[in-house]
T-cell receptor, first 116, second 113 residues
Framework: AQSVTQPDIHITVSEGASLELRCNYSYGATPYLFWYVQSPGQGLQLLLKYFSGDTLVQGIKGFEAEFKRSQSSFNLRKPSVHWSDAAEYFCAVGALSGGGADGLTFGKGTHLIIQP | EAQVTQNPRYLITVTGKKLTVTCSQNMNHEYMSWYRQDPGLGLRQIYYSMNVEVTDKGDVPEGYKVSRKEKRNFPLILESPSPNQTSLYFC????????????FGSGTRLTVV
């Protein structure tokens, strides 16, 4: 069974500083990988996804993530954070099978705090 | 606007009183899913549906029912709610499977007393 680990429960970053959120996954084949963001009181919004090809993936809101198979990681990055980036971030891995899709497995989330 | 709409946003109910949380999407998506979100446990899938009349259990289906009579609607039914079902619930839809990425609704915060 697939699993996702987000090692950092909370991260505090100063506004304008760079950001990296860590995600490690366990899956027996090439995974489908996602990052979602949840702002307070809102549902989850898809930031970016990786299926295959270029291991550096660009997403919305200036985020990017890099798939590293050797490290089973899919870390999310942003060069300069804004106060509006304060939110909960979820990494997720999807099953590769098509017809028998069992949905996503989510990590437990990383709460991002932005200091002025 | 493409969206997933859940109702109600907030609900307080008593133990044992049947309730339904509605979910509707306007994107003609085939896949729909229900998740619950709890502190420290993250998001866990309750049920999902690959198409009309096709549903299957997720990780935590006990105490819940779903139906998919129309492509756009995927209601979540709690026949006899209990306090351990107090949670934040999300409906989500996808064009053709979770691997394409889900569009989530805004959530329903349910309290069972």
């Amino acid at each position: 069974a697939q699993s996702v680990t987000q090692p950092d429960i909370h991260i505090t970053v100063s506004e304008g500083a760079s950001l990296e959120l860590r995600c490690n996954y366990s899956y027996g084949a090439t995974p489908y990988l996602f990052w979602y963001v949840q702002s307070p009181g809102q549902g989850l919004q898809l930031l970016l996804k990786y299926f295959s090809g270029d291991t550096l993936v660009q997403g919305i809101k200036g985020f990017e993530a890099e798939f590293k198979r050797s490290q089973s990681s899919f870390n999310l990055r942003k060069p300069s954070v804004h106060w509006s980036d304060a939110a909960e971030y979820f990494c997720a891995v999807g099953a590769l099978s098509g017809g028998g899709a069992d949905g996503l497995t989510f990590g437990k989330g990383t709460h991002l705090i932005i200091q002025p | 606007e493409a969206q997933v709409t859940q109702n109600p946003r907030y609900l307080i109910t008593v133990t044992g009183k049947k309730l339904t949380v509605t979910c509707s999407q306007n994107m003609n998506h085939e896949y729909m899913s229900w998740y619950r979100q709890d502190p420290g446990l993250g998001l866990r899938q309750i049920y999902y549906s690959m198409n009309v009349e096709v549903t299957d259990k997720g990780d935590v289906p006990e105490g819940y029912k779903v139906s998919r009579k129309e492509k756009r609607n995927f209601p979540l039914i709690l026949e006899s709610p209990s306090p351990n079902q107090t949670s934040l619930y999300f409906c989500a839809s996808s064009l053709n499977g979770a691997n394409y990425g889900y569009t989530f609704g805004s959530g329903t915060r349910l309290t069972v007393v």
